[in-house]
C-alpha cells in the first residue's frame, strides 16, 4: 500500500533561515510528487508538482523540492524563509490510482 | 478564478442524525474527489468521481457514508446516523482529467458532532 512519511511535525525557524523538510513515500512504481501548504485559515494550495524529468522541480513562492527515487524521497526546500511562509506542509503522492495520499504534515513556524 | 466551493462551512449536529454536504467543483473540472481531515493528520482520501460515475471508494468509507454526482457537476456526500468519530473536515477537491493535473481543494466543511 501507499504511504507518505514526513519526519518533521513541527519546525520553528528563525526568517532568513534555510528551510528543508522531509518526505518519504512507500511505492513501487511510477509515481507523482506534491508539495502542498495550508495557510492558516486558508485551503489546501499547489506549492509544486513533480510528474516527469528534472527531478529538481520549482514551484511557488521561492520553493523546490528533489525527488530522489533510489532514496524514495521528495524533500521541500527554501533557502531563506519569511514570516508569510508560516503554514502547514503536506506532502502527498499519487500512484497507479487518481488518489493522492497525504503525509501528516509539518507545522512550520517563522519567527521574526 | 471561482475556485472550489463548499456549503456549509461548518455543520454542528447531534449524533444520531443526518448530514449533508454539497461541494461545487471549478466548471471545467470533470473529476471530483472527496477528502477527511482530522487534527494532526493529513488528508485521507474517501471517494472520487469522473463525471457522474463513482471510479473509487475507501474501503475506510463504511455504509453511513454516500456520495453523488448526479449531473456530472455538483457533489453532495451524506452521512447517516453520524457517530463521534465522524467529527472531522471534509475536503473537496477537482481536477482536470489528464493524469499531469493537479487537484485543486475547497475550505472544507468541518463537522462537530455533539
Known amino acids: 500500500a501507499q504511504s507518505v512519511s514526513q519526519h518533521n511535525h513541527h519546525v520553528i525557524l528563525s526568517e532568513a533561515a534555510s528551510l528543508e523538510l522531509g518526505c518519504n513515500y512507500s511505492?513501487?512504481?511510477?509515481?507523482?510528487l506534491f508539495w502542498y501548504v495550508q495557510y492558516p485559515g486558508q485551503h489546501l494550495q499547489l506549492l509544486l508538482k513533480y510528474f516527469s524529468g528534472d527531478p529538481l522541480v520549482k514551484g511557488i513562492k521561492g520553493f523546490e523540492a528533489e525527488f530522489i527515487k533510489s532514496k524514495f524521497s521528495f524533500n521541500l526546500r527554501k533557502p531563506s524563509v519569511q514570516w508569510s511562509d508560516t503554514a502547514e506542509y503536506f506532502c502527498a503522492v499519487k500512484g497507479n490510482t487518481d488518489k493522492l495520499i497525504f503525509g501528516t504534515g509539518t507545522r512550520l513556524q517563522v519567527f521574526p | 478564478d471561482t475556485g472550489v466551493s463548499q456549503d456549509p462551512r461548518h455543520k454542528i449536529t447531534k449524533r444520531g442524525q443526518n448530514v449533508t454536504f454539497r461541494c461545487d467543483p471549478i466548471s471545467e473540472h470533470n473529476r471530483l474527489y472527496w477528502y477527511r481531515q482530522t487534527l494532526g493528520q493529513g488528508p485521507e482520501f474517501l471517494t472520487y468521481f469522473q463525471n457522474e460515475a463513482q471510479l473509487e471508494k475507501s474501503r475506510l468509507l463504511s455504509d453511513r457514508f454516500s456520495a453523488e454526482r448526479p449531473k456530472g457537476s455538483f457533489s453532495t456526500l451524506e452521512i447517516q446516523r453520524t457517530e463521534q468519530g465522524d467529527s472531522a473536515m471534509y475536503l473537496c477537491?477537482?481536477?482536470?482529467?489528464?493524469?499531469?493535473?493537479?487537484?485543486?481543494f475547497g475550505d472544507g466543511t468541518r463537522l462537530s458532532i455533539l
Open positions: 477537491a477537482s481536477s482536470l482529467e489528464s493524469y499531469n493535473q493537479p487537484q485543486h
Open positions: 511505492y513501487g512504481g511510477t509515481v507523482n
